[in-house]
């Protein structure tokens, strides 16, 4: 178990920075967090005060889902982060990673009444198959975790209306893709947006068919694989190889 919570340590911390790289980070707010490996009621997450960029293994704090630190440590967490993340991962056992981020073009789109629309490949991947939150304020209240968690239901992703956008997966490796792949979809959805052109309309019959081989391809890449955005996943983090490796320590 010791050897899983390193390999998690290590992903979630490679997490972090490639959320950096990518420019998807808000200073030392939004928040990765990990479920320890074994656990249900324990969970990974930053040390509020530190860049993404600054995240290492062994800096992460383990909480559990009534925000209680579980391990010494000489770092605090944010109560927003809490409480937000340590509902899904409370409620939805499958959820092994929750990321939540503030990008310019999440919260762009989280503001739009339209919401995310149905424009390019990216977006497809989460037609029909997305929640949306209502912003209830600042995320420190405790009671918003059941709502939260109600609106959400079975889906792996959620936009936090005037927020920002929310990712989980069954690995770290889905929730982070996931993210990579929303937020993109959301720079196109603005960039078609800004042009004031009429966007090229699709059927739902084409959109629900693509949104289907999404699913499928994991379907299939699951059969040959535990986890089948790994192969994605090991090629992110070769970006950080040459130059970044401090995320291990």
Known sequence: MAALERRAREDLAAAYRLIAHFGLDDGIDTHISARVPGTRDQFLINPYGL????????????????????????????????????????????????????TVAGVAVASLACGLQPFNQWALQFYRRIAYHAFEGIAVNLAERERLVADLGAHTAMILRNHGLLT????????????LNLDRACRVQLAIQATGERAWPLSDAVCELTAGQYKEWERTSHAASDDPYRREWNAHLRRLAPTTASYLD
């Open 51 to 102: 860049l993404f960029r600054e995240i290492t293994a062994s800096s992460l704090v383990k909480i559990d889902t009534e925000g209680r630190i579980v391990e010494p440590t000489n770092h605090v967490v944010n109560p927003a982060g809490f409480v937000i993340h340590s509902a899904i991962h409370q409620a939805r056992h499958d959820a092994e990673c929750v990321a939540h981020t503030h």
């Open 168 to 179: 989980c997966g069954g690995s770290i490796a889905e929730a982070v893709i996931l993210m």
